[in-house]
């Protein structure tokens, strides 16, 4: 299995709380991912790292930010939390080979009430 | 835009075959194809890239038709391991360089395998 770890894995929070969601991966893999994971939905693409302070938009951007100052870290922030941001988020790792496979963490679960 | 996976859901009894399609309205470089059980991460499956390769994994292989922007997995003789929601990952070739990896999921098909 990858080397990848999401803290917290399980968060419940208040409407309006900032909120920061931490991936790390121990691969040394260049590309990391974050997705949210809604019933009906599928897998969401929130947003994407190519690199140390590289990051870039996915489609469900809006109300989240992302930092990666270090290879092994990717963070999620959600500044102010909204109910509709209650779901499940995944981080995934990849390294282009032939292509990008992603590798997936274990997930946290996040309520917002 | 998101593409389309079929059947939903399919029930199977062990040692019986199922076909899940992934149509695409975009053209596409890659699909990706993933299992994921209750309450658990996907877990990578296989890759196809755009040239219309096939392949096998085990009892589980994919077929990639980059004209018709389709792919096919193939679970044959299965297993009661099989159970899950199985999801494709289209990559676009419209990017017009490189996507990063920058996939976007089908709704997911719902597989059940009975003894």
């Known amino acids: 299995d990858a080397g990848i770890t999401q803290s917290p894995r399980h968060k419940v929070t208040e409407t309006g709380t900032p909120v920061t969601l931490r991936c790390h991966q121990t691969?040394?893999?260049?590309?990391m991912y974050w997705y949210r994971q809604d019933p009906g939905h599928g897998l969401r693409l929130i947003h994407y790292s190519y690199g140390v302070k590289d990051t870039d938009k996915g489609e469900v951007s809006d109300g989240y930010s992302v930092s990666r100052s270090k290879t092994e870290d990717f963070l999620l922030t959600l500044e102010s939390a909204t109910s509709s941001q209650t779901s499940v988020y995944f981080c995934?790792?990849?390294?282009?080979?032939?292509?990008?496979?992603?590798?997936f963490g274990p997930g946290t679960r996040l309520t917002v009430t | 835009q998101q593409p389309v996976q079929s059947p939903q859901a399919v029930i199977l009894r062990e040692g019986e075959d199922a076909v899940i399609n992934c149509s695409s309205s975009k053209a596409l470089y890659s699909v990706h194809w993933y299992r994921q059980k209750h309450g658990e991460a996907p877990v990578f499956l296989m890759i196809l890239l755009k040239g219309g390769e096939q392949k096998g994994h085990d009892k589980i292989s994919a077929s990639f038709n980059e004209k018709k922007q389709q792919s096919s997995l193939y679970l044959t003789a299965s297993q009661l391991s099989y159970s899950g929601t199985y999801f494709c990952g289209t990559e676009s070739s419209d990017a017009g360089g490189t996507s990063y990896g920058k996939l976007t999921f089908g709704q997911g098909t719902i597989l059940t395998v009975h003894p």
């Open positions: 691969e040394n893999h260049r590309y």
């Open positions: 995934a790792i990849s390294e282009l080979t032939a292509a990008y496979e992603q590798y």
